[in-house]
């Protein structure tokens, strides 16, 4: 159990791919329901942009906690696919 947050290439690898894939996965859902929203991360939106937008005038936000703490969850959820898939392929 305690090996299970160790880094390995496979869930740093699993960690972004599942980010990105969720990311765009809720960005697909979001544009198609709202059309002028656009949604960065999933769980938690670190990032809104918004349009049409002035000249002039800040039509987005940013927020550093929700993408830590996106990374952060990501990466649990692939340390424990990529510890289950490990265990089960130990021989017995």
């Keep these: 159990m305690k090996n299970i947050l ?4 496979w869930k740093i690898v699993l ?3 599942l980010f ?3 990311s ?4 697909s859902f979001v ?7 656009f949604p960065r991360g ?3 939106q670190y990032y809104l942009g918004w349009g049409p937008c002035p ?14 703490l996106d990374w952060v969850i990501w990466y649990l ?15 017995a």
């Design 6 to 9: 160790n880094l390995n290439l």
């Design 31 to 37: 544009i198609s329901r709202i059309s002028d929203t």
């Design 55 to 68: 000249p002039g005038e800040v039509c987005s936000e940013f927020n550093s906690l929700y993408l830590i």
């Design 20 to 22: 990105f894939g969720s």
């Design 15 to 17: 960690t972004v791919i």
């Design 42 to 44: 999933f769980p938690f």
């Design 77 to 91: 959820v692939s340390a424990f696919i990529v510890s289950r898939v490990l265990e089960n392929k130990k021989p």
């Design 24 to 27: 765009m996965l809720w960005r």
